[in-house]
Nanobody
Framework: QVQTVESGGGLVQAGSSLRLSCTTS????????MTWFRQAPGKEREGVAY????????DYADSVKGRFTISRDNSKNTVYLQMDRLKPEDTGMYYC???????????????????WGQGTQVTVTV
């Protein structure tokens, strides 16, 4: 049984940093790409940061490039999202999800992902 748990969210001021963690158990972690998504109230879920199975390939949404960094520790079945210089528009529920390597579809294509966690809330105030 696959289980995904996100943590690390919180309420911070603009310009602050947060580090999110996501641990997924029950699957061969290194065989799965991991992606962070977020969803703001009233908006669709959007991809934020992607990491290949080994972590050697990463990709980011334009809105977070240069501020967010995704990394993974396959020995701990964990993927991280370091978020720096946070902005109020970064506010939302953050989720991580996985898909098997070689899955056809864009890196941030939500329907191609599974094993979603419950999310962790990030709120950035002015």
């Amino acid at each position: 049984q696959v289980q995904t748990v996100e943590s690390g969210g919180g309420l911070v001021q603009a310009g602050s940093s947060l580090r999110l963690s996501c641990t997924t158990s029950g699957l061969p972690f290194g065989d799965y790409t991991m992606t962070w998504f977020r969803q703001a109230p009233g908006k669709e879920r959007e991809g934020v940061a992607y990491a290949s199975g080994s972590g050697s390939v990463t990709d980011y949404a334009d809105s977070v490039k240069g501020r967010f960094t995704i990394s993974r520790d396959n020995s701990k079945n964990t993927v991280y999202l370091q978020m720096d210089r946070l902005k109020p528009e970064d506010t939302g529920m953050y989720y991580c999800a996985s898909r098997k390597r070689g899955t056809i579809g864009g890196r941030f294509s939500t329907p191609t992902y599974s094993n979603w966690g419950q999310g962790t809330q990030v709120t950035v105030t002015v």
